[in-house]
């Protein structure tokens, strides 16, 4: 009987051998859907992960706290954009305020060769916003502090939505001209 309970315990220590060295460092598995709307998990173990800082109200609504998440490494500016954006409206996990308005998705985005990125949203980020001028500020500040902090290449940001520039949000935070990156200290 001993003899067989260290056979198992070898068993188990080697089983385990095989599935830590089978692991690759820094890879997830993500879930995927079905045809039938049910999850799969798929095999994601050669998509790399990177580390993004985004920007969320603080609970009391008066400033910005950066959050840092990672997130699958997409290789296109618009792919990266898109799950920055993404990630802003689904929420801070560390009891931080979304600011953009549901639906707020990227249409499309262009970086030009003088760091100029032009941000195409849908209509949702505009017709949806709610809040006053506080919250336009933060919602604002939130999507472009992120752009920064996470697209190196981007020196200005001008927003546009549904394919045309916007003057302001919601009346109190000028859009119509680009946003400039801050100059560190």
Same mark, same amino acid.
């Given at each position: ?78 792919? #990266? /954009? ?12 560390? $009891?931080? !305020? =979304?600011?953009? %308005? +549901? ?52 020196? #200005? /940001? ?12 919601? $009346?109190? !935070? =000028?859009?119509? %001209? +680009? ?7």
């Amino acid at each position: 009987m001993r003899g067989l309970v260290v056979v198992g315990l070898a068993l188990a220590v080697l089983a385990s051998a095989i599935v830590i060295s089978l692991r690759v460092p820094g890879r997830r598995p993500t879930s995927e859907p079905l045809r039938g709307g049910e999850a799969t998990v798929r095999d994601t173990t050669h998509e790399a992960l990177r580390v993004v800082r985004l920007y969320f109200a603080t609970p009391g609504g008066d400033s910005l706290a950066g959050e840092t998440r990672e997130l699958a490494s997409r290789p296109g500016l618009h792919e #990266r /954009v898109e799950g920055l954006v993404r990630e802003l409206t689904r929420g801070s996990r560390n $009891g931080g !305020v =979304a600011l953009l %308005a +549901p639906g707020t998705a990227v249409r499309h985005v262009f970086l030009d060769h003088r760091g100029l990125m032009t941000l195409d949203l849908t209509p949702a980020f505009r017709d949806r916003f709610r809040g006053g001028a506080t919250a336009e500020y933060l919602a604002v500040g939130s999507l472009v502090r992120t752009l920064f902090a996470n697209v190196p290449q981007a020196r #200005r /940001v001008r927003l546009v939505c549904a394919g045309e520039p916007i003057a302001t949000l919601a $009346g109190h !935070v =000028a859009c119509d %001209a +680009p946003f400039e990156r801050p100059v560190a200290p």
